[in-house]
Nanobody
Framework: QLQASGGGLVQAGGSLRLSCVASERTFSNYLMGWFRRAPGKEREFVAATSWSGGRIYYADSVKGRFTISRDNAKNTVYLQMNSLKLEDTAVYYC???????????????WGQGTQVTVSS
């Protein structure tokens, strides 16, 4: 029900925009978030947005560099990633859940993940 895309290989300092398309039922009823999992590490919260976009959370590690947004007409949530660093390399997942939270276990639906690799 969630389809993420937009990952790729980018040099440090570059930008990527991830997209996540959801089914209308999922998108209209849930808040949306992005998580990532780097090799050998736990899955970690990146950003989340309420349905209206009026409430947004970011992990401290991405504040000022990443922007989450959503287009409700297109059932799509985006993650604009600027000033990418080597440590941003990870598989990025979009998720949908009933509450605006940083905890992955509170999200009901997950996309398949898209690989982001930042090179030096």
């Amino acid at each position: 029900q969630l389809q993420a895309s937009g990952g790729g290989l980018v040099q440090a300092g570059g930008s990527l925009r991830l997209s996540c398309v959801a089914s209308e039922r999922t998108f209209s009823n849930y808040l949306m978030g992005w998580f990532r999992r780097a090799p050998g590490k736990e899955r970690e919260f990146v950003a989340a947005t309420s349905w209206s976009g009026g409430r947004i959370y970011y992990a401290d590690s991405v504040k000022g560099r990443f922007t989450i947004s959503r287009d409700n007409a297109k059932n799509t949530v985006y993650l604009q990633m600027n000033s990418l660093k080597l440590e941003d390399t990870a598989v990025y997942y979009c998720a949908a859940g009933p509450g605006l939270t940083t905890e992955p276990y509170e999200y009901n639906y997950w996309g398949q993940g898209t690989q982001v690799t930042v090179s030096s």
